[in-house]
């Protein structure tokens, strides 16, 4: 009986899908509902978070150019961004989740885009790198090759967000050594309060997002972490759409030049207290 019930509704599914819309995929279908549908990450200030954020105020400008109305579909991330892309993008999520026209906070690497041949990365707006923001009373300045940078955190503790590319660095930095000293919380939100409250001496982290936990005339000094062992230390964010819609790619490649040049990126990132960093520049 329950190999039939499972039968049944294999059968089921299958006839449901034959049923089911085509989803937008391309600028003429974008056009004909007037609408576009606006990828973005769950919980992940300054980009995102509480209804607001840079990708969210960014996909709506967007939308405003191509003169539709928009329509931000949240998401949590998935285990990497082959899934998140596949979800969002080009097959939609196993739980129902129709793809978006367009998902913000794209890495635009070729590897990135090799491994995902039916989606169409473009229009970088964003360079994010690596910082260390650091108490200056208690880490100087970070200079010279790992095992002279990191070496004051054999002593000192230094907070990341669990699970990123800074908790991995610095989880096999100088051997192993620091493993005891990295301090590990569920967001650069919470690495920042406890930079606040003393629990570490400095936070490695995504740049943007430490400025923005940070605040203005934040008594922590906040710089760049450039060293050969940390192979990447900065990348490009754009959008993504189907591989099969170049027109869409096209038109909103093209709205975004407009908004950079007429300075709405500028101010979109600013209404957030960061600074926008053009890739490029």
């Known amino acids: ?65 191509l003169g539709v109305r928009p329509e931000v579909v949240w998401f949590s991330a998935d285990e990497d961004m082959n899934d998140d892309l596949r979800n969002m993008v080009w097959k939609g999520h196993y739980l129902g989740t129709k793809p978006a026209d367009v998902m913000m906070h794209v890495p635009v690497d070729s590897h990135l885009a090799s491994q995902n041949d039916k989606v169409r990365i473009f229009a970088p707006y964003h360079m994010e790198a690596v910082a260390v923001a650091r108490n200056p009373a208690r880490v100087q300045a970070m200079t010279g090759s790992a095992a002279v ?38 967001s650069v939100s919470e690495a920042a309060a406890g930079l606040k409250k003393g ?45 099969d819609s170049p027109e869409l790619a096209d038109a909103l490649g093209k709205a975004l030049a407009d908004l950079e040049k007429d300075g709405t990126v500028d101010k979109i990132f600013a209404r957030y207290g960061v600074s926008h960093q053009a890739p490029g520049s």
């Open 149 to 186: 940078a990191l070496e004051v955190f054999t002593r000192e503790k230094v907070g990341v967000e669990r699970t990123t590319l800074a908790d991995a660095f610095l989880l096999g930095a100088l051997n192993g050594r620091l493993r005891e000293n990295v301090v590990h919380y569920g």
């Open 199 to 243: 629990e570490v001496a400095a936070v490695m982290a995504p740049r943007t997002e430490l400025e923005a936990a940070l605040g203005n005339n934040s008594p922590f000094t906040l710089g760049p972490v450039k060293m050969p062992e940390l192979k990447i230390d900065s990348w490009a964010l754009g959008m993504a759409v189907k591989a």
């Open 1 to 65: 009986m329950w190999n039939k019930r499972r039968l049944l509704a294999g059968i089921g599914a299958l006839l449901l899908s034959a049923t089911l819309p085509v989803w937008a995929d391309n600028l003429e279908e974008v056009q004909q509902k007037k609408q576009l549908r606006i990828a973005v990450y769950n919980n992940f200030p300054p980009y995102s978070f509480q209804g607001k954020g840079i990708d969210v105020d960014l996909g709506l400008a967007l939308a405003e150019r």
